[in-house]
């Protein structure tokens, strides 16, 4: 497995090795052993999710404030545009963001730790998205930031119409007024 660090260091993309003919391909997805000697991050995933979405939905920026997640994210199906935001205030990084494209061709995954708000943007006609989580998902810990805050000044990459939000992501407040990580 390849892995680069990203402009904010504690979030990894990660690249792994791709066997393939023209019978089609194999890759291992997750084994605990080579992400802890790649990335020196020992981890216990909890959840597995798997979200679909339509072109121009845009899932964030999420976290949660209690019991925080960190998650190991990819694309199985499609493309998407995934950004990272750093909200601990006490990091030199504190409201910077790192974006990357994860698709189905590209296999990547993008490690975002604890302590990072999470979204995506997806740019193919639809995508499916997995994860894993190193803590369960509360709904009473569960907050989102607004997408397009011009204090943390995320580009992305919009083309034509605003993207489609969810209910809590179209009215979530803004970075300065956000419960965040100390």
Known sequence: MKVTRTALPEVLLLEPRVFGDDR?????SWNARTFREATGVD?????????????????GIHYQVVRPQGKLVRVVSGAVFDVA???RKSSPNFGKWVGVELSAENKRQLWVPP??????????????FLYK???????EHDRSLRWDDADLGID??????GPLLAAKDAAAPRVAEAEVYE
């Open 115 to 128: 302590g990072f708000g999470h979204g995506f943007l997806v740019t193919t006609e639809s995508a499916d």
């Open 156 to 161: 992305w990459r919009l083309a034509g119409a």
């Open 43 to 59: 981890v216990d995933f909890v959840q597995d999710n798997h979200s679909r979405s339509a072109r121009n939905v845009l899932r």
């Open 24 to 28: 089609g391909f194999f890759m291992e």
């Open 133 to 139: 989580t190193t803590e369960y998902w509360y709904q």
């Open 85 to 87: 935001v750093d909200l």
